[in-house]
């Protein structure tokens, strides 16, 4: 028992260090703060949320994200982000994320590659999207982001 507890303690420890490390290097270089981890293991970042409210307000209704991961990109798998009314039902299997007032759906299917991800919204010279900016089941990704090759 006293292995365990001590095994436990470490991890703890651990985790512990790497979300101080993650929240200290967010506030150095000023990056996206995080809303809080859903039950379904996904963040979504405040930039994200923030242009969901606002997209909503341009359609005149609530709208959602619907996030999904299919075969295909140039490495494999690649990310799809479609918006859609929050008045649509959910098909069978969605899992829905309230965070912050906003709502993010994954299908049962694409939260085994989205466990522990992070949903953002970029802006650049070039155009603005949705993204994931950090996923810990993606071994590599292409260099535009849209696709990426899983953890086996």
């Given at each position: 028992r006293m292995a365990l507890f001590g095994t436990t303690k470490r991890l703890r420890s651990a985790i512990s260090a790497s979300?101080?490390?993650l929240r200290a290097r967010n506030a150095v270089?000023?990056?996206h703060r995080f809303s809080s981890e859903s039950k379904a293991?996904?963040?979504v970042t405040d930039t994200c949320s923030e242009r969901l409210k606002k997209l909503s307000e341009m359609k005149e209704e609530d709208v959602r994200l619907r996030v999904r991961v299919d075969s295909g990109?140039?490495?494999g798998f690649q990310y799809e982000f479609h918006l859609?009314?929050?008045k649509n039902p959910l098909e069978e299997g969605d899992l829905k994320v309230?965070?912050?007032g906003i709502v993010v759906v994954v299908d049962k299917e694409s939260l085994e590659f989205l466990h522990g991800a992070t949903i953002d919204y970029e802006q650049e010279l070039i155009g603005s999207k949705f993204v994931i900016s950090s996923n810990p089941n993606s071994e590599s990704a292409c260099g535009c982001g849209v696709?990426?090759?899983p953890k086996l």
């Open positions: 979300i101080g490390a270089f000023n990056l293991g996904i963040m990109g140039c490495s859609e009314p929050t309230e965070e912050n696709s990426f090759s």
